[in-house]
């Protein structure tokens, strides 16, 4: 008990002897790092779960905390010291304690407009701790839907997906989309830093929950680059999304690329087809899940075991989220399944033994 006390005065005076800046984050940036959510399904109706992570540590100086907010745009890559003004500060959640062990809250959605929001945070601190304060975004967008709306689009780059992301020769760069008509494809395209030139890279991908695409970088200047994602589908929406974190292309062992080469060759054409002649990939897709029913019926798994449908709905999902309407048609072939799987065992039980 003795050693218990004597240990916490030790550190109260070295806190108090330490300078300011070193009370809460030691001049460490001063950050709520969002880490979830990470898909866009489910959308949300009445609310929404959001994780983040901090230094949870004390302030003698004060109290710190974090504000959380919503934006419906996207702000371009930029520095994580940079608050573009394109950022709106649609209330999400006020004043929540740093040392709050949970990092978690829950945004109360039904009020909220149907419409798509990327969460980002700041955190407060006292004045006299002088570190500097870094931007967050969540790693995908908030899909907020309300029964009887339309179901709106969304997209986000999910890799590269951290500051100390690293190119070479070949960088996978991962994204997911939210795509209500089922005819959206995506264009990738890539700029190097504080640059106003882009260059696209691929185009006509698929519109997946979990869509990638591998990108030659070889020839890349060394430096930083910034991705963006177009989504165009049929009725003529258009959505955009960034990367969170710049990409640092890096060639320590490989020749190093002209720095005057031309970064536009040996790209993948650009030509989009007129796709809206095709029929669309799933034209009864209206959600991925909360309000209205997204049918799994006729859904063909990749060699991952997934989907490419833009939904994850189960048979108990839909049961359980759109009435007992979907719920019967998948007890209904539960029941056949099991019907013909009883009636091979009986025809194997009772076969008559051949004589040889």
Known sequence: MFEDVAMKRALFLFFLAAPAS???????????????????????DDGKTFEWVDQ??????????????????QPETTFRTEFPDVLEELPVAFSVPELDLTNQAYWKTSTVATGVYWIWSQVFEPPEEMSPRYLSLSPVPVVVHHEGDAVPSALAITRPNSALAVADQMYRIEYTALDPTGTGRIRLEARPFRDDDWHVIADNLPALRAGEYLWNTAQLPEGDWILRATMHDCSGAETVAYTRHVLFVSHPTGPKPDAGADLDAGIFDAVVPDWCDEPPRDPMLESCGVETAAR?????????????????????????????????????????????????????????????
């Open 22 to 44: 070193a009370y809460a984050h030691g001049g460490q940036p001063a950050v709520a790092d969002l880490v979830a959510p990470t898909s866009l399904c489910p959308v949300a």
């Open 56 to 73: 949870d540590t004390p302030a003698l100086s004060g109290e710190v905390f974090i504000n959380f907010y919503a934006t419906r745009v």
């Open 296 to 356: 799994d019926a006729g859904a063909t798994p990749d060699a991952g075991g997934e989907t490419d449908e833009p939904t994850g709905c189960s048979c108990a999902a839909s049961r359980s989220e759109s009435g007992s309407e979907n719920g019967s048609e998948c007890g209904a072939v539960v029941l056949l399944a099991l019907g013909l799987l009883t009636a091979r065992t009986v025809r194997r039980r009772f076969r008559r033994p051949t004589r040889s």
